[in-house]
């Protein structure tokens, strides 16, 4: 089976500059670049996160036409709405892989491999019919680039990078067990227990220059 790892963060906001604040007040530094994604109706900004990983704040464009069908990481959820007007929140993240097809065949509950694009750069990810998150979140998006071409590449050193992400889960090993089906051999990802009465979702473990930072 092709290695799968961890290829970026997903911080889903109201709306960019919400997205960007915060992020500036959580890490220091503000995310930038990114573009538009003409298919979703939505656009993002980028920091990077060491060499090989980036953090992407990401909201609907309210100047863009609305898809055509739903868009992706959940956001036409309405309860989603709702919690990203109080403030933005880590909803996902993405995993690369060389084989993007046969990581589905394994979990089809990822949904389609749809083509995309921004600007220049064109990829493939998986995204599920109704546009919904899998496992809150605690299972990734599959992305297939290019050979040889990653959107870290044109980011500036930011001073940051991801250490540690861990998915708060109802059942861990469940979990363990689809991030098994897919191939994913990521160091830098665990799964923990939820508490009780604690809600699922992603805590990023992430070092900056004042210390190791904590982004959900």
Same mark, same amino acid.
């Given at each position: 089976?092709?290695?799968?790892? #961890?290829?970026h963060l997903v911080i889903v906001a109201d709306n960019l500059e919400q997205g960007c604040d915060h992020c500036e007040s959580m890490l220091g530094v503000r995310p930038e670049g990114g573009?538009?994604?003409?298919?979703?109706?939505t656009h993002n900004r980028l920091l990077? #996160?060491?060499?090989?990983?980036? #953090?992407?704040?990401?909201?609907?464009?309210?100047t863009?036409?609305?898809?055509?069908?739903?868009r992706w990481f959940g956001m036409d959820d309405p309860a989603q709405h709702a919690r990203v007007r109080a403030r933005p929140f880590l909803a996902t993240f993405a995993c690369n892989t060389s084989e993007i097809d046969a990581a589905v065949a394994a979990l089809p509950a990822l949904g389609e491999v749809r083509a995309m694009q921004r600007g220049s #750069?064109?990829?493939?990810?998986?995204i599920r019919a109704d546009g919904a998150l899998v496992e809150h979140g605690a299972v990734p998006s599959l992305i297939q680039w290019p050979q040889g071409v990653h959107p870290v590449r044109g980011l500036p050193v930011s001073g940051r990078e991801l250490l540690k992400l861990e998915a708060r889960h109802a059942d861990p090993e469940r979990l363990l067990n689809q991030w098994r089906q897919l191939g994913i051999t990521d160091a830098r990802l665990s799964a923990v227990q939820a508490g009780a009465g604690e809600d699922p979702g992603l805590i990023a473990h992430i070092s900056t220059p004042t210390g190791v930072k904590i982004i959900s």
């Open positions: 089976m092709t290695t799968v790892r #961890l290829d573009g538009e994604h003409q298919r979703m109706g990077r #996160l060491g060499d090989d990983c980036y #953090l992407e704040v990401i909201s609907i464009n309210p863009a036409q609305a898809p055509d069908r739903a #750069l064109h990829w493939q990810i998986t």
